[in-house]
């Protein structure tokens, strides 16, 4: 049996991180009645479905092209992220008629105080930093959206606990209308963040080529000699891949050998910035 990809382990340990987190963050939220704990517990319960997605998005992704999916299985890392987007939309809804609910007075605002309320919030800080740095890096690394996504859920997560420990102090000083505020805030900022991870989702299904990746390679070939023209430049992602299609004119005076030769030298210098990049180079004489 193959060891898992770098990418499967870390969504993998996500799903471990979110069903912990979820499971005790609901035992905790209804035995203090804590709008913002709870709140939580709805958010870390998005996050595990949305880990789960994005688990068997990068386990699809990474399968090679085949007879009808010339390009491979990258975008489905894309479709995650959108979906991983609506269920935080779905949890935004759910926290502001909560919210709205405790500030009218149409829900209890009682909230029973313990040292399990702080402990639970204290390791879900200590755990989201941890797994969403560890997510950022591999996303990175291996140029992988749906953990981009994952890394931007997570690090949303560890904002919403810090406002959420706040609620619980305030709580504690006779204040509880601070731990529906607390939980206003984690929606809002987990709106903001839906948007971002929205737009990004988007744009690679739209096949938008990557911020500054156009103007890297214009640097580059500029430094190529042997490049007349640059006729076309076309750029795609698809889930960890580059796709670069290049019409290029060389002079019509030189050999077919130099001519493969040239495009070789391009491909080489391409994959240097690019080490994921499926390149496509069609010369032309002039």
Request: charged share 20%; hydrophobic share 50%.
């Amino acid at each position: 049996m193959h060891a898992p990809h770098p990418v499967q382990k870390a969504a993998l340990s996500s799903v471990v991180a979110a069903c912990f987190l979820t499971l005790f963050k609901i035992i905790i939220g209804f035995q203090t009645h804590s709008l913002g704990i709870l709140a939580e517990a709805a958010h870390s319960g998005m996050d595990l479905m949305a880990t789960l997605i994005t688990y068997w998005a990068v386990s699809l992704s990474s399968k090679p092209a085949d007879e009808e999916h010339h390009f491979g299985h990258g975008k489905i890392e894309n479709i995650a992220a959108l979906i991983e987007t609506l269920l935080l939309w779905i949890t935004c809804g759910w926290i502001f008629k909560e919210v709205f609910g405790r500030l009218t007075g149409s829900a209890d605002r009682h909230i029973e105080l313990s040292f399990w309320a702080f402990l639970v919030i204290i390791v879900s800080i200590i755990i989201d930093f941890f797994r969403a740095r560890n997510l950022y890096k591999v996303s990175k690394e291996y140029n992988s959206p749906a953990l981009a996504a994952d890394a931007l859920h997570f690090q949303s997560d560890l904002y919403s606990s810090l406002a959420v420990l706040l609620g619980l102090i305030g709580a504690a000083f006779h204040f509880p209308i601070i731990d529906s505020l607390a939980a206003l805030i984690v929606a809002v900022w987990t709106f903001i963040i839906s948007l971002k991870l929205a737009k990004d989702a988007i744009d690679h299904l739209l096949d938008k080529a990557p911020d500054g990746a156009e103007n890297k390679l214009l640097e580059l070939l500029k430094k190529n000699f042997e490049i007349k023209l640059i006729s076309s430049m076309k750029i795609r992602q698809s889930g960890s891949q580059l796709f670069v299609d290049l019409t290029i004119s060389l002079d019509k005076n030189i050999t077919f050998e130099k001519a493969h030769s040239v495009t070789e030298d391009i491909e080489k210098e391409i994959k240097s910035l690019f080490p994921n990049a499926i390149i496509s180079i069609h010369p032309e004489p002039l």
